[in-house]
């Protein structure tokens, strides 16, 4: 929405700026563009990825409904992870139903995007295993209706899982191969020659395909009791493309209802550029050999 309110402000003002030969004016406007660019940018709506921890082996499986939202958006999703061999898996989701706000401030929803993977563990030890992990987004959500970006993104993931009796320990590092998001398309007709130049000349700095941006979480957790645990942890993400960086805190509890079904409820907290706290629900299954 900013993105559009700056255009028009641009469209308004240039004519006057261009006569009155006012060059400060002119340097003004467009930085102001410039930050309307990049935050129209980083308001792209993706899911997030996290490395899966599970270390299934083969024949072993879990299906996941979850659930995640507050006041400004909602969604839900299913997964489903299936260990191919002792050390190999694939996996596979879908956000079912997204619901958020688009730039014109109007809440629409619709189905989000999928994904797949294949990853990668090892036992190092009796107490420590080691996880690698690809993960394609699949570009399922309307761009229509700011669902989605319309393009695939790759992700590139790797983890530790430690364990130290009822203590656990859980870092990660994630490098994302984003697929850059499309400005709108602009009526030519309407607008003012020397703005529209103005306004390709813009696009011209953001002439890119790839935004790499990498994800570090670092989650300690600890087991009360045979079938209940809690868990906290921290996550920093930086585009080193448009040089921004976000950061958030989450703490949780996961019950293991039996051998095979499982409850987890969570609370992520917005700590540096995060638009928002959010709550998460999610039910898995799990079928072993």
Do not use: C, W
């Amino acid at each position: 929405m900013k993105f559009y309110l700056v255009i028009i402000f641009v469209i308004f003002l240039s004519p006057a700026l261009i006569a009155q030969g006012n060059g400060n004016g002119r340097n003004r406007i467009r930085a102001a563009a410039e930050d309307a660019a990049k935050e129209y940018l980083l308001n792209a709506s993706r899911p997030e990825y996290d490395v899966n921890t599970d270390l299934l082996s083969a024949k072993e499986m879990t299906a996941n409904i979850s659930f995640s939202g507050n006041s400004d958006y909602t969604t839900f999703s299913v997964d489903a992870d299936y260990g191919l061999s002792r050390s190999f898996f694939i996996s596979a989701g879908l956000d079912v139903f997204n619901s958020q706000y688009n730039l014109k401030d109007v809440r629409k929803s619709g189905i989000g995007d999928g994904f797949i993977s294949l990853g990668y563990h090892k036992d190092v030890s009796d107490n420590f295993s080691l996880v690698g992990q690809i993960i394609a987004k699949i570009p399922l959500a309307t761009t229509k209706n700011n669902l989605g970006t319309g393009k695939p993104d790759l992700h590139l993931g790797a983890a530790q899982i430690s364990n130290f009796g009822s203590f656990g320990l859980e870092t990660s590092v994630l490098l994302g191969l984003l697929s850059r998001l499309d400005f709108p398309a602009l009526n030519d007709s309407a607008v003012f020659t020397p703005v529209q130049r103005a306004i390709d000349s813009l696009k011209g700095a953001y002439d890119y395909n790839i935004e790499p941006a990498i994800t570090i979480d670092i989650s300690p957790s600890i087991n009360l009791s045979d079938n209940f645990s809690i868990y906290a942890g921290m996550s920093f993400n930086r585009n080193m493309r448009l040089n921004y960086n976000t950061a958030s805190g989450y703490a949780g509890l996961n019950y293991n209802v039996s051998d095979a079904i499982s409850l987890n409820g969570g609370f992520n907290a917005g700590i540096l550029n995060y638009t928002g706290n959010s709550f998460n629900l999610s039910f898995s299954y799990y079928k072993s050999k």
